[in-house]
Antibody
Framework: EVQLEESGGGLIQPGESLRLSCAASGLSVSSNYMNWVRQAPGKGLEWVSV???????YYSDSVKGRFTVSRDRSKNTLYLQMKNLRAEDTAVYYC???????????????WGKGTTVTVS | SYVLTQPPSVSVAPGQTARITCGGD??????VHWYQQKPGQAPVLVVY???DRPSGIPERFSGSNSGNTATLTVSRVEAGDEADYYC???????????FGIGTKVSVL
């Protein structure tokens, strides 16, 4: 069974840093494109970051320059390093596997349960 | 950047059909994907590539995409279909993933 499990969330003060982890089973995070998506309390889904093959990452404008996505093949784990956190970064953070239609037009077919980050 | 527009809410009686729209400029040129999210749970993919269903998703869930509007249709609505539904596309101009604001489906 394919599963993703996020961890590392917590209560943190503005300006501090935090690293989230996404441990995978049943799939290889190194062989798949992987997304981070977040959801602020009572709000909708917001894409945060994607990492493609060759470790090329992309970021939303709201986190670019502050967040860094990476992965560890040996631990089969995806990471999101978050720096200079702001109150508006408060959210549940999900990792998700990315799939494509005809090699582009990407979507997410497997999601973790999420980890909560509170910046206050 | 590309913008997706969804109605905030849709109400439907059990056994009837719910139609959730997702508007965007020439959205028919894009592939639209739909997610269901129940309270306190992670999103679940219910339709991808406009009209395809992942395994395990009931045939009651279907999708279409034409002109400036994509539509998720839920037939024979059940109480368990009550959830938030999000549409999503990939914006090739900047390699960003775009979500609609979500539509809350209430079963009367």
């Amino acid at each position: 069974e394919v599963q993703l499990e996020e961890s590392g969330g917590g209560l943190i003060q503005p300006g501090e840093s935090l690293r989230l982890s996404c441990a995978a089973s049943g799939l290889s995070v190194s062989s798949n494109y992987m997304n981070w998506v977040r959801q602020a309390p009572g709000k909708g889904l917001e894409w945060v970051s994607v990492i493609y093959g060759g470790n090329s990452p992309y970021y939303s404008d709201s986190v670019k320059g502050r967040f860094t996505v990476s992965r560890d093949r040996s631990k089969n784990t995806l990471y999101l390093q978050m720096k200079n956190l702001r109150a508006e970064d408060t959210a549940v953070y999900y990792c998700a596997r990315v799939r494509s239609v005809a090699g582009w037009n990407y979507y997410m077919d497997v999601w973790g349960k999420g980890t909560t980050v509170t910046v206050s | 950047s590309y913008v997706l527009t969804q109605p905030p809410s849709v109400s439907v009686a059990p056994g009837q059909t719910a139609r959730i729209t997702c508007g965007g400029d020439n959205i028919e040129s894009k592939s639209v994907h739909w997610y269901q999210q129940k309270p306190g749970q992670a999103p679940v993919l219910v339709v991808y590539d406009n009209s395809d269903r992942p395994s395990g998703i009931p045939e009651r869930f279907s999708g279409s995409n034409s002109g400036n509007t994509a539509t998720l249709t839920v037939s024979r609505v059940e109480a368990g279909d009550e959830a938030d539904y999000y549409c999503q596309v990939w914006d090739s101009s900047n390699d960003h993933y775009v979500f609609g604001i979500g539509t809350k489906v209430s079963v009367l």
